[in-house]
């Protein structure tokens, strides 16, 4: 078995960043992911032959500002970059099935947003 998993830094292509928080807000993630350069470039064949995408149920990420509740915290600011799925996990097992036993292959993924609790005691 060979697994990539990591920051491939691929995007979200041919959506505005207020479609992009309509979509995520609504929970439209097969939408959104039909939007997604990697998605679309495996699709293709043009990169990672043969490996296949542990099955995302979250949704794009984004740089968080802080002091910001709920989808007002997206990146506001100049750049005001699209939430994507930088994060990834590819795979690829050759090993041949067994007649006998259906082989499973169980990948779990899970994914938290650390957000930082400062406490002050006075």
Not at 24 to 31: G, N, V
Not at 33 to 38: A, H, I, S, T
Not at 97 to 106: G, L, N, Q
């Given at each position: 078995?060979?697994?990539?998993?990591?920051?491939?830094?691929?995007?979200?292509d041919?959506?505005?960043?207020?479609?992009?928080?309509d979509f995520?807000?609504?929970?439209?993630?097969?939408?959104l992911?039909?939007?997604?350069?990697?998605h679309i470039e495996?699709?293709?064949?043009?990169?990672?032959?043969g490996?296949?995408?542990?099955?995302?149920?979250?949704?794009?990420?984004?740089?968080?500002?802080?002091?910001?509740?709920?989808?007002?915290?997206?990146?506001?600011?100049?750049k005001?970059?699209?939430?994507?799925?930088?994060?990834?996990?590819?795979y690829?097992d050759?090993?041949p099935?067994?007649?006998?036993?259906?082989?499973?292959?169980?990948v779990?993924?899970?994914?938290?947003?650390?957000?930082?609790?400062i406490?002050m005691?006075?």
């Open positions: 078995m060979i697994v990539f998993l990591g920051d491939f830094n691929y995007r979200l041919g959506i505005s960043y207020d479609e992009a928080r995520i807000f609504q929970r439209s993630f097969d939408w992911r039909e939007k997604d350069e990697l495996i699709k293709a064949g043009t990169v990672f032959q490996m296949r995408e542990v099955v995302i149920t979250f949704p794009p990420t984004y740089k968080f500002e802080r002091h910001q509740p709920g989808l007002a915290g997206y990146d506001s600011g100049e005001k970059r699209i939430p994507a799925w930088c994060d990834r996990v590819l690829r050759n090993r099935d067994s007649s006998e036993r259906k082989r499973r292959i169980m779990t993924c899970s994914w938290v947003h650390h957000i930082m609790i406490l005691y006075h």
